[in-house]
Antibody
Framework: QVQLVQSGAEVKKPGASVKVSCKASGYTFTSYDINWVRQATGQGLEWMGWMNPNSGNTGYAQKFQGRVTMTRNTSISTAYMELSSLRSEDTAVYYC???????????????????WGQGTLVTVSS | EIVLTQSPGTLSLSPGERATLSCRASQSVSSSYLAWYQQKPGQAPRLLIYGASSRATGIPDRFSGSGSGTDFTLTISRLEPEDFAVYYCQQYGSSPFKTFGPGTKVDIK
């Protein structure tokens, strides 16, 4: 079965960086984009960016441009999200999510985020 | 960047009632790349609907999605106790941006 398992909770000081991992299993890692989404306590979902594990191509939300880096290690089917220059407002649960694909008889299309990791709480505090 | 607005912010209903949730986009959503998610406290979101109207694997048929362009709707035909949660819409066609709406909370009246 498809699973995305994320690394454990982190506590960081302002100005530091954090790197969260997301290990995929149960499917071909390089066949589906990985997205990162965060959620502050009591708030909504915020999309951060995506990565194509096959090519390594990425796309980031404007808000995080210059501060976020998404990478992968295909040999261990793991995606990473690194966020730098942390501030207190970055305190949130960070999720990785697989972007599904569905195919008709003629074409294939993106199909929403069909599998999610369990979330990683990142706390930024002095 | 496409901005999504959801209404109402909170919907108070009783089990067995019909829920109608709205999602409006600031620009037309490409190829109906519109998804709906359900989230319960302490859990990751769960995909309900993709492509505006296709149910994800394992989603009961009381959930249905409709709409195109800038106006989309999620309907829950008869609320079950486990359906009380927060619902988010998301557009994922405006690459590279895949924005979420602010959410609608469905709570028990």
């Amino acid at each position: 079965q498809v699973q995305l398992v994320q690394s454990g909770a982190e506590v960081k000081k302002p100005g530091a960086s954090v790197k969260v991992s997301c290990k995929a299993s149960g499917y071909t890692f390089t066949s589906y984009d990985i997205n990162w989404v965060r959620q502050a306590t009591g708030q909504g979902l915020e999309w951060m960016g995506w990565m194509n594990p096959n090519s390594g191509n990425t796309g980031y939300a404007q808000k995080f441009q210059g501060r976020v880096t998404m990478t992968r290690n295909t040999s261990i089917s793991t995606a990473y999200m690194e966020l730098s220059s942390l501030r207190s407002e970055d305190t949130a649960v960070y999720y990785c999510a697989r972007e599904g694909v569905y195919c008709s008889s003629t074409s294939c299309y993106a199909g929403g985020f069909d599998y999610w990791g369990q979330g990683t709480l990142v706390t930024v505090s002095s | 960047e496409i901005v999504l607005t959801q209404s109402p912010g909170t919907l108070s209903l009783s089990p067995g009632e019909r829920a109608t949730l709205s999602c409006r986009a600031s620009q037309s959503v490409s190829s109906s790349y519109l998804a709906w998610y359900q989230q319960k406290p302490g859990q990751a979101p769960r995909l309900l609907i993709y492509g505006a109207s296709s149910r994800a694997t394992g989603i009961p048929d009381r959930f249905s999605g409709s709409g195109s362009g800038t106006d989309f709707t999620l309907t829950i035909s008869r609320l079950e106790p486990e359906d009380f949660a927060v619902y988010y819409c998301q557009q994922y066609g405006s690459s590279p941006f895949k924005t979420f709406g602010p959410g609608t909370k469905v709570d028990i009246k």
